[in-house]
Each structure stands twice: as C-alpha cells, then as structure tokens.
C-alpha cells in the first residue's frame, strides 16, 4: 500500500482521480479514457447506463469489468430521497450486494445544485441500510458536517455547478469543509480543466471527481492523461507545503552575502 493512498470505507487506492462514464461516443471511447486517466473509481449512473438491468443490451460491465475497477453506482437524475433510495438498493442488487455509492439528489434540472433536506434524508436512510455512501453536496461546511455526522464515507462537495467547468468558485467553503472533515473529502462537479484539479488538491482535497471535464474535451483521452497529472502534480504541491505569499521580496532568491569578491 502506498504510503499517501486515498482511503475509502477502509479501501486503498493509488490514484485520487475518480471518473465518470457518461457522455463518451462510445464505450471504447469509454474504455480509453478512463485508462488513460488511472483512475480506480468509476462512476456509473444507473438510471443511464446498463450494467445489467437490461438484460440482451451491451452492458458497461463489459468493458469496464469490476474485478479491474471499483464501479461506484450513482443517482444521477434523481430528485427525490425515495428515488435515490431506490435507484441504489437496485445497483445493489445488480452488483451483488456491493455496499460502496454516490449520493447525488438533485434539485433541479436547470442548475443539478443539490437538493439538501433530501440528500441528508437519503443518506441517513441509506447509512442505516448499510451503504457505504459518498454524496456529492453543496459547499456548505454545517451540511458537510452532518453528513459526515450520519455516517457518510466521504464527502463531495460541488466546486460549481455540475457540468458546468466553472472551476472552483468559493474556495475558502472548500477549505473549511476539509479542515473539519475526519472523512476524504472530495471535489465533485465543476471541474473544467487540469488546473482546476490541480488547484482542488493544492487546497488539501483527497480527491477530484469528474465527468465533462473529460467527455466533452475536444480530445477525452488526451485530457483524460492531463487530468491524471494534475491531479498527482497538485498532491505533491500540497504535500510539500507551498512557500509564503508576499507582495514583494525582500530576500533575493540568490544570496549576496558571501559572494565572491565580497567582505
């Protein structure tokens, strides 16, 4: 085990990027770019993919096999606790009785902002239930804290609107939900490019999740490879501790005490 793994429901992974398999031509595409990005976590919305519902239909189980990958069902599109709550005891069932999920209860379809009353009644539903629940939630330090309070495995907190590649808009919300949290946290939605995910982990995020950043780049795969940079090259910033801020230098990078020539 790496000795800077992500850990998850008592889970080690290597890598800190999470993805998601919507959105892609095709499931080759599918395939590529999630290979080329390292990610261990996959993704699945269920009330959108096949991974077995569908019985005689090409199921993404397919091509991303759960003996490679864990496959983390989500409820994308769902507006309501009940709905989510339903839409995972299926994936549940169709995974044989994998326990690890997304969260996501939506509250519109113009914005996809998190509805909160019903994402904290979904979760406490669930967590009895016996999931292991990650929920992707607004970047709201006492809801974040709640959550974790029912029992959730890792909190996702938005960095803006889903699909939207707005990057991180308030990161000082961000801060304080990781400065809380005894649980990974980890940037869900609004991820635009590698910089984006790079600045996420520099503010001492576990994780970055993303979808759109990925599918809808001109280039997936090539992004895909970007995006697994980033996201390690952001880590390692934020492991090695950045140096101080200041509006101006007083001390030169290049001593001049003990130059040649000098006294």
Same mark, same amino acid.
């Given at each position: 085990?790496?000795?800077?793994?992500?850990?998850?429901?008592?889970?080690?992974?290597?890598?800190?990027?999470?993805?998601?398999?919507?959105?892609?031509?095709?499931?080759?595409?599918?395939?590529?770019?999630?290979?080329?990005?390292?990610?261990?976590?996959?993704?699945?919305?269920?009330?959108?993919?096949?991974?077995?519902?569908? =019985?005689? /239909?090409?199921?993404? &189980? #397919?091509?991303?096999?759960?003996?490679?990958?864990?496959? !983390?069902?989500?409820?994308? *599109?769902?507006?309501?606790?009940?709905?989510?709550?339903?839409?995972?005891?299926?994936?549940?069932?169709?995974?044989?009785?994998?326990?690890?999920?997304?969260?996501?209860?939506?509250?519109?379809?113009?914005?996809?902002?998190?509805?909160?009353?019903?994402?904290?009644?979904?979760?406490?539903?669930?967590?009895?239930?016996?999931?292991?629940?990650?929920?992707?939630?607004?970047?709201? =330090?006492? /809801?974040?804290?709640? &959550? #974790?309070?029912?029992?959730?495995?890792?909190?996702?907190? !938005?960095?803006?609107?889903? *699909?939207?590649?707005?990057?991180?808009?308030?990161?000082?919300?961000?801060?304080?939900?990781?400065?809380?949290?005894?649980?990974?946290?980890?940037?869900?939605?609004?991820?635009?490019?590698?910089?984006?995910?790079?600045?996420?982990?520099?503010?001492?995020?576990?994780?970055?999740?993303?979808?759109?950043?990925?599918?809808?780049?001109?280039?997936?795969?090539?992004?895909?490879?970007?995006?697994?940079?980033?996201?390690?090259?952001?880590?390692?910033?934020?492991?090695?501790?950045?140096?101080?801020?200041?509006?101006?230098?007083?001390?030169?990078?290049?001593?001049?005490?003990?130059?040649?020539?000098?006294?």
């Amino acid at each position: 085990m790496s000795i800077d793994s992500l850990i998850i429901a008592g889970k080690s992974y290597s890598s800190r990027l999470l993805v998601g398999t919507g959105k892609y031509k095709d499931f080759a595409q599918t395939r590529d770019a999630i290979d080329a990005s390292g990610a261990e976590i996959i993704t699945v919305a269920i009330r959108r993919t096949n991974i077995g519902q569908e =019985p005689g /239909q090409p199921s993404l &189980l #397919e091509v991303l096999p759960p003996a490679q990958f864990t496959i !983390l069902p989500n409820t994308a *599109g769902c507006y309501s606790a009940d709905e989510a709550v339903r839409t995972l005891r299926l994936a549940r069932e169709l995974l044989d009785g994998h326990a690890l999920v997304k969260l996501e209860v939506l509250g519109d379809s113009h914005t996809l902002f998190p509805n909160m009353p019903e994402t904290l009644k979904a979760a406490e539903t669930l967590v009895k239930d016996g999931f292991q629940v990650m929920v992707y939630c607004a970047d709201d =330090p006492i /809801q974040a804290r709640m &959550l #974790e309070e029912i029992g959730c495995v890792a909190i996702m907190p !938005l960095a803006s609107l889903i *699909g939207s590649g707005m990057g991180i808009l308030n990161p000082w919300n961000l801060k304080l939900i990781i400065e809380q949290s005894k649980v990974p946290v980890i940037v869900d939605a609004g991820v635009g490019t590698a910089s984006d995910a790079a600045v996420a982990m520099e503010l001492g995020c576990d994780g970055v999740l993303m979808n759109t950043a990925i599918a809808g780049a001109q280039n997936p795969v090539l992004m895909a490879g970007a995006m697994k940079k980033a996201v390690e090259a952001g880590r390692e910033a934020f492991l090695a501790g950045r140096m101080p801020k200041k509006l101006y230098s007083a001390t030169p990078s290049s001593p001049t005490g003990g130059l040649i020539g000098k006294a």
